[in-house]
């Protein structure tokens, strides 16, 4: 599975990765998360063979499965040269690297090349060409909710948060990483918006669990029945990404929006991004709408999923921390689990 690096995340934040740029190189055994930078990675691929190849990830694809749960990137990679060193019976490394093809082959994290029960040699790879075929399960997987009463879990500096938000499918898929062909900074183009609902509790909790499965736009979700825009363009207060975990961090966004109280517990916040396609800056024009897509809901707290809105409303970003297991991702905005290195987690590269 591909686990970004910190370079890697933020590429992908900033809208600089496309598939074309990334390629795979095998590596010697011997780093660690400690270890793993450019230099010492070019090192490691020089004792593994001497030329240095690389090799493209051939069928990108990101898909959603709705029977699974979960967004992959599914794909393979032929390694199909037989110059690397001659030793043997010895196991390359496990993981190989994931490199920018654009940028001098810069570090952009790593992915598994085989199972511990079938290991790939070094007499294999000058024997014959390798195929590794990622096309059915994925070279990486974001998880999703299972139901719109599930659980999403995340950690702080000092605990263990759970929250119920949504992930807007499309929307995601539509980052340039994914090969939309859109120009998006999520760094500058991230904003929020507010919306009104007629449902209530957990009617309002499976409608957009399910809506987030299909809809893209901002537009689409404001025009849906049930569903009404307030407000948007909203910007989050020192918005940039973490130092030390793969997630976007702020102080808090301030929605406000005067003369407009709404007593009931109805309103709801999402986040979504602006793209270079929109030529309108009017939030309520359907050109900024259209060109603007959905990433998620926010909720103002761990079981909050609609409140009150009387003019004003703060909402605060919970600060990332180190995750204990594999089932908690850092907290913050955007996170994503990271397994950068040999299956060490919460990693810290540069």
């Known amino acids: 599975m591909i686990s970004l690096s910190k370079s890697g995340y933020s590429k992908f934040i900033r809208g600089e990765l496309t598939p074309s740029d990334l390629s795979v190189a095998p590596i010697a055994s011997g780093l660690i998360n400690a270890t793993m930078d450019n230099t010492n990675i070019l090192a490691k691929r020089t004792e593994a063979s001497s030329a240095t190849p690389t090799f493209p990830i051939d069928d990108f694809a990101a898909v959603f499965y709705d029977s699974d749960d979960e967004i992959r990137i599914n794909g393979q990679i032929n390694i199909n040269t037989q110059n690397f060193s001659d030793l043997g019976d010895t196991d ?14 810069d570090f952009l994290g790593t992915i598994l090349l085989y199972p ?7 007499s294999a790879l000058n024997s014959a060409p390798i195929n590794i075929d990622y096309r ?3 070279i990486a997987k974001t998880n999703l909710k ?35 062909g859109k ?13 009104s609902t007629s449902f209530v509790n957990n009617t309002f909790a499976f409608n957009i669990y399910e809506k987030a499965k299909t809809l893209a736009s901002l537009k689409e979700l404001a025009d849906s029945t049930e569903y009404a825009l307030i407000s948007a363009g909203f910007k989050y207060n020192e918005l940039g990404i973490s130092s030390s975990y793969p997630c976007l961090t702020a102080l808090d966004t301030t929605i406000y929006v005067p003369g407009v109280t709404i007593n009931d517990a109805s309103c709801f916040c999402v986040i979504y991004y602006e793209t270079s396609d929109i030529t309108n800056p009017d939030v309520n024009s359907a050109n900024y709408q259209e060109n ?10 761990s079981f909050t999923r609609l409140y009150p809105f009387k003019q004003s409303l703060i909402l605060d970003t ?29 990693s810290e590269l540069d």
Do not use: C, E, K, W
Not at 155 to 170: E, G
Not at 183 to 195: C, G, K, Q, Y
């Open 116 to 122: 511990d029960s079938d290991p790939i040699t070094y």
């Open 318 to 346: 919970l600060t990332p921390g180190t995750p204990i297991s594999s089932q908690y991702a850092p907290a913050g905005i955007m996170s994503f689990s990271n397994y950068v290195g040999p299956g060490l987690l919460g």
């Open 183 to 195: 120009t998006v900074n999520l760094l500058t183009d991230l904003r929020v918006a507010l919306l």
């Open 92 to 105: 390359i490394f496990q993981h190989g690297v994931v490199l920018d093809d654009s940028d001098s082959n």
């Open 136 to 138: 059915v399960t994925g």
């Open 292 to 301: 603007s897509f959905l990433l998620g809901t926010i909720s103002q707290g």
């Open 146 to 180: 299972s139901s719109y009463q599930s659980q999403t879990f995340a950690r702080t500096v000092s605990l263990n948060v759970i929250n119920y938000d949504d992930r807007f499918v499309a929307g995601f898929l539509n980052l340039p990483f994914f090969d939309s």
